[in-house]
């Protein structure tokens, strides 16, 4: 996939895979991967960034645990995160919808 069509989206898909439970850095990348059938192969200098920027606006927490017998950052989801979360699905689904109706006028 393009990495630039994925410029803007990251948030989003970071905040959706941390939406049921915390997860580390590396667990985050491979959750994308996985949902999304290979096609996102997001690298750690795009990914880990974006964490912190996420946990320095409120929309994460993160905390220290142990996984696999190693000491690892795990980000969970907070209130103002699932807030940020459901706005960016409902602008997610505008704008397809439209694009949608640019791109497909007779559907």
Avoid: C
Wanted: aromatic share 6%.
């Amino acid at each position: 996939m393009n990495p630039d069509a994925l410029r803007g989206h990251m948030d989003a898909l970071l905040l959706s895979v941390v939406e049921h439970e915390p997860l580390h850095g590396y667990a985050i990348i491979e959750a994308l991967r996985e949902r999304s059938g290979g096609a996102l192969d997001v690298p750690t200098g795009t990914v880990y960034p974006a964490l912190r920027r996420l946990e320095r606006a409120g929309f994460l927490a993160s905390e220290w645990a142990t996984v696999g017998g190693r000491k690892r950052r795990t980000y969970r989801l907070t209130d103002s995160g699932r807030a940020e979360l459901a706005g960016e699905r409902t602008a997610w689904s505008s704008f397809t919808s439209v694009i949608g109706r640019v791109l497909n006028p007779q559907t």
